[in-house]
């Protein structure tokens, strides 16, 4: 069965870094794109960040030069390295396939002085 665990959040200053990872399970990684996305208070869950199955990857306007994607097929992990964070990126992060929807609990990222 398809499963995926969020970790690496916790509280930052803004201008900080945090790196986050995922790590999945239950299907074939490397054939599979990736994907961040974020939910913070009020707003929609949004996609941050996707990642290809030849490291082609796309970002939110919001993100874009600040965060960068990454995979590690050997060790079936996606990461999501954060810098120059802003209180805006406070959010549950959440990891998945294409598509969404093969989500585990996220990790809070909270961004404040």
């Known amino acids: 069965q398809v499963h995926v665990e969020e970790s690496g959040g916790g509280l930052v200053q803004p201008g900080g870094s945090l790196r986050l990872s995922c790590a999945a399970s239950?299907?074939?990684?490397?054939?599979?794109?990736m994907e961040w996305y974020r939910q913070a208070p009020g707003k929609q869950r949004e996609l941050v960040a996707r990642?290809?199955?030849?490291?082609?990857?796309n970002y939110a306007d919001s993100v874009k030069g600040r965060f960068t994607i990454s995979r590690d097929n050997a060790k079936t992990t996606v990461y999501l390295q954060m810098n120059s964070l802003k209180s805006e990126d406070t959010a549950v992060y959440y990891c998945?396939?294409?598509?969404?929807?093969?989500w585990g609990q996220g990790t809070q990222v909270t961004v404040s002085s």
């Open positions: 998945s396939l294409l598509g969404g929807g093969y």
């Open positions: 990642i290809s199955t030849n490291n082609s990857t």
């Open positions: 239950g299907f074939i990684f490397r054939f599979t794109t």
